[in-house]
């Protein structure tokens, strides 16, 4: 049904993106806890390969999980076997791993750039990396340069503001980004991300922001959204954020 859509519409998966839980992890002390990140992830892959997309999206940590269960040296190590493994099972399907960094107050594995391209590295020639712009604004001292470091590992890349908000409704500097893409050779795709927090206040600029219709709203996509300090969106308030990515971002890749 998803592949028959996106074929009516003419729209192309670039990919997917790996929801990851303390009991859903590749860091995991339990080495079943691991084997089931590991075929959940694989079960993923073959969903992209079946859209038609050629990357995916892997948090290394488990999102919403500050405190680690083992040494660091043991971290690593599961992480590097599980990924060399996913990455073996990817490579015939078309399917690139891409490792998203993202900040310390989701995961205590894998915060920045410079972390995410030695773990690719450690996984084998073809690992990729995904760079998210709002994660960036927290752990980079310079997004451009975490950009041009990633060079041709770079996958996909995440757009958000740093309020997590649409580009163009907070402070980072969009040309220059984009500008930064273009000089490296990217040419994948840019994701509009954007998870704004959910002002509960009368001083809420955005009075139509919340869904109140949760029918249909699986327990994992709540769960999704409230991990990442977001919540259900109203459908006008969601179309208002995606015209003003695209009002943003369309002359900057003209």
């Not at 041009?148 to 740093?162: K, M, P, Q």
């Not at 500008?179 to 955005?206: M, Q, W």
């Amino acid at each position: 049904a998803v592949r028959g859509l996106l074929d009516r519409t003419g729209i192309r998966c670039c990919g997917a993106v790996s929801l990851m839980t303390p009991e859903r992890s590749l860091l995991a002390k339990d080495a079943a806890r691991r084997a089931g990140a590991v075929a959940y992830i694989k079960d993923c892959i073959d969903l992209v390969q079946t859209l038609g997309g050629d990357e995916m999206t892997i948090v290394p940590g488990s999102v919403g999980q500050v405190v680690p269960e083992a040494t660091p040296d043991e971290e690593w190590a599961w992480a590097v076997a599980s990924l060399q493994e996913i990455n073996d099972y990817g490579r015939p399907r078309g399917v690139r791993l891409g490792l998203e960094p993202i900040n310390r107050f989701e995961t205590f594995f894998i915060n920045r750039a410079s972390q995410a391209i030695a773990l690719a590295e450690a996984v084998g020639d073809d690992c990729g990396v995904v760079l998210d712009t709002f994660h960036m604004a927290l752990e980079e001292r310079d997004i451009n340069d975490a950009i041009r470091a990633a060079g041709d590992r770079l996958v996909n890349f995440h757009i958000g503001e740093n309020n997590r908000f649409a580009p163009g409704l907070g402070t980072l500097d969009w040309p220059g980004i984009v500008g930064t893409l273009r000089a490296i050779g990217y040419d994948g795709a840019l994701s509009v991300e954007f998870c704004p927090p959910f002002d509960r206040t009368p001083a809420n600029p955005f009075p139509d922001q919340a869904e109140t219709d949760f029918s249909g709203v699986s327990e994992e996509q709540m769960k999704f959204l409230e991990d990442h300090g977001s919540n259900l969106m109203s459908e006008a308030f969601y179309v208002g954020q995606i015209k003003q990515s695209a009002d943003v971002l369309r002359p900057l890749i003209r």
